[in-house]
T-cell receptor
Framework: AQSVTQLDSHVSVSEGTPVLLRCNYSSSYSPSLFWYVQHPNKGLQLLLK??????LVKGINGFEAEFKKSETSFHLTKPSAHMSDAAEYFC???????????FGTGTSLTVIP | EAQVTQNPRYLITVTGKKLTVTCSQN?????MSWYRQDPGLGLRQIYYSMNVEVTDKGDVPEGYKVSRKEKRNFPLILESPSPNQTSLYFC????????????????FGPGTRLTVL
């Protein structure tokens, strides 16, 4: 069973416009949820993390994500895209029942000047 | 500087020739893990280790071995590599076991790009 689903494999936005990257998870309980970013030929960097303290999580570089239990979603947003945001973004879930992390298949963000 | 290091960063080898990719972290982390990244599939967990001498299979363990003799090191061993193991490999570590939400953030190494001919 798929634990995490990223709904868009590619997203393209114009510089200065909002970014929305969608992620849904499968879990009976509130899991830990993460967003990581991978710039071309680079490793993975943590953007933000949800662990039940607050449903709206603020991360680095102006990104934030909102945990919605009723929708089992953890979408990543940013009010205004910058050229440097062009990268691959991964939604990651750690289920409360195990010791493994499950990655989504990634969303490639293109920012058009 | 706190970091996860991997060596080599790039490797081209031939089918059947045993190889080891090393992973080391200097943060005294208990949990370490190996992933492979393939286009369209995201990252998939190969093996993980909760602590020294404790290892478990992830989702795609076939064809790989690991060991955790020291806390800082977690090498990935391919006894007989095959072309379908051509991939980008990442090592990661976190302070403690994933069931502790306050310390389950993973830190990733720079990646090892492996090509098996």
């Amino acid at each position: 069973a798929q634990s995490v689903t990223q709904l868009d494999s590619h997203v393209s936005v114009s510089e200065g416009t909002p970014v929305l990257l969608r992620c849904n998870y499968s879990s009976s309980y509130s899991p830990s949820l993460f967003w990581y970013v991978q710039h071309p030929n680079k490793g993975l960097q943590l953007l933000l993390k949800y662990t039940s303290a607050a449903t709206l999580v603020k991360g680095i570089n102006g990104f934030e994500a909102e945990f919605k239990k009723s929708e089992t979603s953890f979408h990543l947003t940013k009010p205004s895209a910058h050229m440097s945001d062009a990268a691959e973004y991964f939604c990651v879930v750690r289920l409360n029942t195990g010791n493994q992390f499950y990655f989504g298949t990634g969303t490639s963000l293109t920012v058009i000047p | 500087e706190a970091q996860v290091t991997q060596n080599p960063r790039y490797l081209i080898t031939v089918t059947g020739k045993k190889l080891t990719v090393t992973c080391s972290q200097n943060m005294n982390h208990e949990y370490m893990s190996w992933y492979r990244q393939d286009p369209g599939l995201g990252l998939r967990q190969i093996y993980y280790s909760m602590n020294v001498e404790v290892t478990d299979k992830g989702d795609v363990p076939e064809g790989y071995k690991v060991s955790r003799k020291e806390k800082r090191n977690f090498p990935l061993i391919l006894e007989s590599p095959s072309p379908n193991q051509t991939s980008l490999y990442f090592c990661a570590s976190s302070l403690s076991a994933p069931l502790v939400p306050s310390t389950d953030t993973q830190y990733f190494g720079p990646g090892t790009r492996l090509t098996v001919l």
